[in-house]
């Protein structure tokens, strides 16, 4: 399965998780920008992997808590607009463009907002620096988690 099939399946498992009114999307979207996890650069790497692309110029704006900021300011908009949209969702679509377009302002974008990890932690995307053991491991625990925090979810939901 390619990675860009696999994050289509990830985000039509949010768009099921949307039926909930909770915002799904868009705070996993400002736990990215606020949070940085490596996974998602490794995620967006891979992704833009197969794609020709010159060098991406980032431009002047290399500071990452700007780019954090303006992230989590545009979330926070969608959000809005989709709560007074309340039916169409706005987030999900664009995902799935993104996925399946790969325009090039999101990989400069991301690479933005990893700007200074990528020197620290040599975030190289042909050097992931994990075993694929170590990575399985890492799904495991992930899945574990999520499966944990759903039933807590279901549970909290049956009390009401």
Known sequence: MTIRNKCLLAILALFIAEIIPLPFTAIMGIYVARK????????????YADKEMIDIDLGDRLDPMKTRSRITYSLIGLVVLESLLMVVPVIIPLAVWVILRR????LRVTRRLYVDLAEELSLDP??????????????????????????QIAHRQTMR
Do not use: C, M
Not at 103 to 106: A, E, L, R, S
Not at 126 to 151: K, M, Y
């Open 126 to 151: 042909a050097q992931p620096g994990q075993s694929d053991a170590d990575h399985q491991r890492l799904v495991d625990a992930l899945e574990e988690r999520n499966r944990e925090f759903a039933q």
């Open 36 to 47: 940085r996890p490596i996974w998602f650069y490794r995620v967006t790497q891979k992704l």
């Open 103 to 106: 325009p090039v302002w999101f």
